[in-house]
């Protein structure tokens, strides 16, 4: 008889491992609560201006471009311009060019020589991780102080919109910390540490992708290539072992069994989905944070913005005490994003940093944009084009101590065969990360299925 999969949660995760298992051969099922899937990824067109409300693009890897060669979508890959790589900080009320590498440091102008002359001592610094290691004590001990609080501040609120004093450098950076533990150095990881071949990218492969039409394509394509293999509007209220074998899952009145179940959603569902379960693994995941953020889409004339906003944006770190986080030029990035004559801002405010200020109005919110864009760009009248979204979740954080989820998770997949979690809370947040964790789960699974 053939074997029944049921996977719950329609984000890019769900859609991904559920696409994966189809092709397999494998009778899946996927239940999302919502009218529509693909979870965070939200593309919408209005006025002639593209709007992402989740994200806007994603680093490119191999996996990822498999599956969209798989999807047959690769010829709709935006490619990004010229000066898209630029990226800035904003120092002193100033933005400055970052380089696009850490050795490239040396030569900018946005830090010190004494910052410069404590970058050069990183291959010397012979001191190891400890357990529980912050991003920000690693990265002090490693690199100095004003590295910190000017590149790896930004750059942590631009990936989680988290907090570098709180996050694991183990777990939210593992790749540094290997470096570190491999090579004695980050510098030298960096210059000296084997790439897989199959890692390497074909020539002319953007650095981040999204396509023409947005980051939707991706899950509107994955959601088409499921087609009646998704049920929206249908919330999963239990998942409990069965008396022989299996799993029985409850939609409203409806029960159905079936050999494996892949839990694709945030922390806190999964959460509530396994506590009758395990009740320890449950409270692990409520301990899981997710700062809320605030997203402002605004578009401006092109005659009414005195700079040049010729890169991909701007992030902003805690030591300048601004109220936003950064802002991505995004008309400048890609193209079809701004009609013409038009540029296309967006505008991150909350996160860890100001949490607080996420439950201010629309009006506030746009307001407090508006202000720090006429700040720092010049900006010189109303948008003539707003958009606004809230998440009261928005990232999951790989805090300190997160260890502790990771052993509680693969305790109870031991424990629990069967039973599976691919969701951006777990082994990476980023869509390149739950696309390479789909492919990884969807593997596991088919072994399960196979054992069974």
């Given at each position: 008889m053939?074997?029944?999969?049921?996977?719950?949660?329609?984000?890019?995760?769900?859609?991904?491992?559920?696409y994966g298992l189809k092709r397999a051969g494998v009778d899946v099922v996927l239940f999302e609560k919502n009218a529509s899937v693909g979870g965070n990824i939200q593309t919408e067109f209005t006025e002639g201006f593209?709007?992402?409300?989740?994200?806007?693009?994603?680093?490119?890897?191999?996996?990822?471009?498999?599956?969209?060669?798989?999807?047959?979508?690769?010829?709709?890959?935006?490619?990004?311009?010229?000066?898209?790589?630029?990226?800035?900080?904003?120092?002193?009320?100033?933005?400055?060019?970052?380089?696009?590498?850490?050795?490239?440091?040396?030569?900018n102008k946005a830090f010190s020589v004494k910052a410069k002359l404590r970058l050069l001592m990183e291959p010397f610094i012979r001191t190891k991780s400890p357990d529980n290691e912050s991003v920000a004590a690693f990265f002090e001990r490693r690199l100095g102080k004003e590295i910190v609080d000017y590149a790896v501040d930004p750059f942590i609120s631009g990936i989680y919109a988290g907090d570098p004093k709180i996050l694991s450098i183990r777990h939210a950076f593992p790749k540094m910390y290997k470096f570190e533990k491999d090579h004695g150095s980050i510098l030298q990881g960096a210059l000296f540490?084997?790439?897989?071949?199959?890692?390497?990218?074909?020539?002319?492969?953007?650095?981040?992708?999204?396509?023409?039409?947005?980051?939707?394509?991706?899950?509107?394509?994955?959601?088409?290539?499921?087609?009646?293999?998704?049920?929206?509007?249908?919330?999963?209220?239990?998942?409990r072992k069965s008396f022989d074998?299996?799993?029985?899952?409850?939609?409203?009145?409806?029960?159905?069994?079936?050999?494996?179940?892949?839990?694709?959603?945030?922390?806190?569902?999964?959460?509530?989905?396994?506590?009758?379960?395990d009740n320890g693994l449950a409270c692990e995941l409520n301990k899981i944070a997710y700062p809320p953020l605030a997203v402002v889409v605004t578009g401006f004339r092109k005659t009414d913005v005195a700079a040049d906003p010729d890169g991909f944006g701007f992030l902003v770190p805690g030591v300048e005490r601004r109220p936003i986080l950064g802002s991505l030029w995004t008309s400048s990035v890609f193209e079809n994003r701004a009609p013409d004559g038009y540029h296309l801002f967006t505008t991150f405010i909350g996160g860890s940093r100001r949490a607080e200020l996420v439950?201010?109005?629309?009006?506030?919110?746009?307001?407090?944009?508006?202000?720090?864009?006429?700040?720092?760009?010049?900006?010189?009248?109303?948008?003539?084009?707003?958009?606004?979204?809230?998440?009261?979740?928005?990232?999951?954080?790989?805090?300190?101590?997160?260890?502790?989820?990771?052993?509680?998770?693969?305790t109870f997949?031991?424990?629990?065969?069967?039973?599976?979690?691919?969701?951006?809370?777990?082994?990476?947040?980023?869509?390149?990360?739950?696309?390479?964790?789909?492919?990884?789960?969807t593997a596991d699974v088919q072994a399960s299925l196979n054992r069974q």
């Open positions: 053939k074997k029944r999969v049921c996977v719950i949660g329609g984000g890019i995760s769900g859609l991904c491992v559920a593209l709007v992402e409300r989740g994200p806007n693009s994603t680093i490119a890897s191999r996996e990822l471009l498999d599956l969209i060669d798989s999807l047959d979508i690769r010829d709709q890959i935006a490619v990004p311009k010229p000066n898209a790589n630029k990226r800035y900080i904003l120092r002193d009320g100033n933005l400055i060019a970052l380089p696009s590498k850490i050795i490239g440091l040396i030569q540490s084997r790439k897989n071949a199959t890692d390497k990218l074909p020539k002319g492969t953007p650095r981040s992708i999204t396509f023409n039409n947005g980051m939707q394509t991706l899950t509107d394509a994955l959601r088409d290539g499921l087609g009646d293999r998704i049920r929206v509007n249908t919330p999963v209220e239990s998942l074998f299996g799993f029985e899952i409850a939609t409203g009145s409806v029960t159905e069994s079936f050999d494996a179940a892949i839990i694709c959603t945030p922390a806190s569902a999964a959460a509530r989905l396994i506590e009758s379960v439950q201010n109005s629309d009006e506030e919110l746009v307001k407090l944009a508006i202000d720090e864009l006429e700040h720092i760009l010049g900006v010189k009248s109303d948008p003539v084009f707003l958009n606004v979204k809230k998440w009261d979740q928005a990232i999951p954080q790989y805090n300190v101590g997160y260890e502790t989820v990771v052993d509680a998770i693969e997949t031991e424990q629990n065969p069967g039973i599976f979690f691919c969701s951006n809370f777990y082994r990476g947040i980023s869509v390149s990360d739950c696309v390479k964790n789909s492919i990884a789960t």
